[in-house]
């Protein structure tokens, strides 16, 4: 790989993406495999534009917008709509102060 500088962004992609799915599950946060899915297809996509000699900058473009879209509207969705432990049924027992 030390001759194709230009994957790095999406093989980036890929691994942050493959991270989140055992997260998901760690944390109790379902939305998270959505977002190692869609991370590890953004950084697919961005090496398939590589590798089929798409225009310049392309590839880096469509995973730079593609990944900061997707964590965005991750961290979005979890500032507005909480989900997990803090809201099952433990919580009735110990509401949350605001």
Request: proline share 9%.
């Amino acid at each position: 790989m030390s001759g194709a500088p230009e994957l790095i962004p999406g093989l980036v992609a890929v691994v942050v993406g493959v991270h989140f799915l055992p997260l998901a599950t760690l944390f109790r946060q379902p939305r998270f495999h959505l977002t190692g899915a869609l991370m590890i297809a953004v950084g697919a996509a961005g090496c398939g534009l590589d590798s089929a000699d798409g225009p310049a900058g392309s590839a880096q473009l469509t995973v730079d917008i593609g990944a900061a879209l997707i964590l965005w509207g991750t961290a979005c969705l979890a500032r507005h709509e909480p989900v997990g432990p803090a809201n099952g049924p433990e919580a009735e027992e110990h509401p949350r102060t605001s």
